[in-house]
């Protein structure tokens, strides 16, 4: 059976290969004096070009708030982070523009690009055929499902040319069997185009089934507790000794942290 191999410590590095995503001793502190909140605290972690990336952690921990630095949303109250090449940022709800059809919101991203109109219509149409939704170009997203609405708003990033994908739960609205789909989905796009992702996720199963790294982040304030390289060949079997495993693993860091964060909040100290 494969191990996971975990490395323990505040800098998470990425294995051989140029590192694109670079974040050195980044902390994020909102508001002022006694209200303060400390998001992220001297955050460490790097990705790889072509790797993919998941956090994990409880909630408030700063896991959207560290894409947001990246996508250049805001900006680091301390440290440094770099990101070569350009950024999409992928949430949640897709977002589509309701007045827009499927091709009228691909169209958009790629306009705001400086595409020209005569070069836009081939670009759309190759990716709505690489996220299987040629068929549906001319639909509005009320008439889409939950998952097809996400494939839209995955052809709109990827129309934005960005190098590094930041995805802040995309699929967590979804139900369970769409989830699994728009999963094995995105493997299929990440592998046909060699996207750098980092991925935001409350669902372990899904990090393990996605990622070459899992980072277990701490409760707030946000810092790298884990870093757990996942080493399982893909296609990946949710039912196998070795994925339970990993799975296992991981688990057993949040089981950790929330304790100990717990302990923290009842100590009368």
Same mark, same amino acid.
């Given at each position: 059976?494969?191990?996971?191999?975990?490395?323990?410590?505040? @800098? @998470?590095?990425?294995? #051989?290969?140029?590192?694109?995503?670079?974040?050195?001793? =980044?902390?994020?502190?909102?508001?002022?004096?006694? #209200?303060?909140?400390?998001?992220?605290?001297?955050?460490?972690?790097?990705?790889?070009?072509g790797?993919? =990336?998941?956090?994990?952690?409880?909630?408030?921990?700063?896991?959207?708030?560290?894409?947001?630095?990246?996508?250049?949303?805001?900006?680091?109250?301390?440290?440094?982070?770099?990101?070569?090449?350009?950024?999409?940022?992928?949430?949640?709800?897709?977002?589509?523009?309701?007045?827009?059809?499927? @091709?009228?919101?691909?169209?958009?991203?790629?306009?705001?690009?400086?595409?020209?109109?005569?070069?836009?219509?081939?670009?759309?149409?190759?990716?709505?055929?690489?996220?299987?939704?040629?068929?549906?170009?001319?639909? !509005?997203?009320?008439?889409?499902?939950?998952g097809?609405?996400? !494939?839209?708003?995955?052809?709109?990033?990827?129309?934005?040319?960005?190098?590094?994908?930041?995805?802040?739960?995309?699929?967590?609205?979804?139900?369970?069997?769409?989830?699994?789909?728009?999963?094995?989905?995105l493997?299929?796009?990440?592998?046909?185009t060699?996207?750098?992702?980092?991925?935001?996720?409350?669902?372990?199963?899904?990090?393990v089934?996605?990622?070459?790294?899992?980072?277990?982040?701490?409760?707030?304030?946000?810092?790298?507790r884990?870093?757990?390289?996942?080493?399982?060949?893909?296609?990946r079997?949710?039912?196998?000794?070795?994925?339970?495993?990993?799975?296992?693993?991981?688990?057993?860091?949040?089981?950790?942290?929330?304790?100990?964060?717990?302990?923290?909040?009842?100590?009368?100290?």
């Open positions: 059976m494969t191990s996971p191999t975990v490395t323990t410590g505040t @800098a @998470a590095s990425p294995p #051989a290969g140029a590192a694109v995503v670079r974040v050195d001793g =980044v902390s994020k502190v909102f508001g002022h004096g006694p #209200a303060a909140v400390r998001a992220l605290d001297r955050i460490s972690l790097q990705a790889a070009r790797e993919f =990336v998941c956090l994990v952690g409880a909630s408030g921990c700063g896991k959207s708030t560290l894409l947001h630095l990246l996508a250049g949303l805001d900006s680091p109250t301390s440290g440094t982070l770099a990101v070569e090449g350009r950024t999409a940022l992928m949430f949640q709800e897709a977002a589509l523009f309701p007045w827009l059809t499927v @091709a009228g919101n691909v169209s958009l991203a790629l306009r705001l690009r400086g595409v020209g109109r005569a070069d836009r219509r081939p670009l759309v149409a190759a990716l709505l055929e690489m996220v299987h939704l040629q068929e549906f170009r001319d639909k !509005r997203p009320h008439e889409l499902s939950g097809m609405r996400q !494939r839209v708003a995955l052809a709109r990033a990827l129309a934005q040319d960005a190098d590094v994908l930041l995805m802040d739960e995309p699929f967590g609205s979804l139900d369970a069997q769409t989830r699994n789909l728009m999963q094995k989905e493997l299929r796009i990440w592998a046909a060699g996207k750098t992702i980092l991925f935001v996720t409350h669902s372990v199963d899904e990090a089934f996605l990622a070459d790294r899992i980072v277990v982040m701490t409760a707030r304030p946000g810092m790298v884990e870093v757990i390289e996942v080493g399982l060949p893909r296609p079997d949710r039912t196998s000794r070795e994925f339970i495993a990993v799975r296992g693993k991981v688990l057993t860091e949040l089981d950790e942290e929330f304790e100990k964060a717990r302990a923290k909040e009842l100590s009368p100290d």
